[in-house]
Structure formats: structure tokens, C-alpha cells
């Protein structure tokens, strides 16, 4: 799979983690120099807090389009170092 927003890809890997039909990245698949931290944070009765990244890339910046959960509940540990994207990112067989 991979993640791509504005002509450039983010993310890819082999190994992603589907959830509520999301795929969710292992971090080390993530390119973060496209990454920039959010002070935005969501909270999920059963997978706990999110907290946001946004993207900038080619001068653009995409808010809060990344989302993690540090310290994913129990339910959703098979989350924890990963990373998800929303917001018009593509997320497509690599």
C-alpha cells in the first residue's frame, strides 16, 4: 500500500494494519520529513486519544491529514507505532 498527496507518495508498505477501514502504516514506512506535529488530539472510546500530524509538501500544507495513537487501549494495540491518513491523501495498492 501506499500514501500520496500532492504528487508525492509519504508512506508505503507491505505491512499495513486495517482498521475500521484505515490502513494504518508502521511508522518506519513513513516518510516524516513530510510530517509536521499538530496540537490536535481525538479521543476514541475504544481505541483511546489520536494525535495529528499535518503534511506539507511542494509548499502545501494538508492540517491535520496524519493521525496515531501513542498509547493505543488494549483493543487496538496492534495500532501502536503506526500511522493513518484522511483528508484528500490516497491510499492505494503500491
Known sequence: MQ???NGQVIARSDA???VEGNHYFPATA????FL???DTATVCPW???AQYY???????????????YAEPKDA???????IAFW????VTQA
Open 3 to 5: 500514501a500520496m498527496w
Open 16 to 18: 499495513t494494519v486495517v
Open 30 to 33: 513513513v516518510d516524516m520529513d
Open 36 to 38: 509536521r506535529p499538530s
Open 47 to 49: 481505541k483511546g486519544t
Open 54 to 68: 499535518s503534511l506539507e509538501v511542494g509548499g502545501e500544507t494538508n492540517r491535520d491529514a496524519a493521525w496515531y
Open 76 to 82: 487496538a494495540a496492534q495500532i501502536r507505532g503506526h
Open 87 to 90: 483528508k484528500g491523501v490516497e
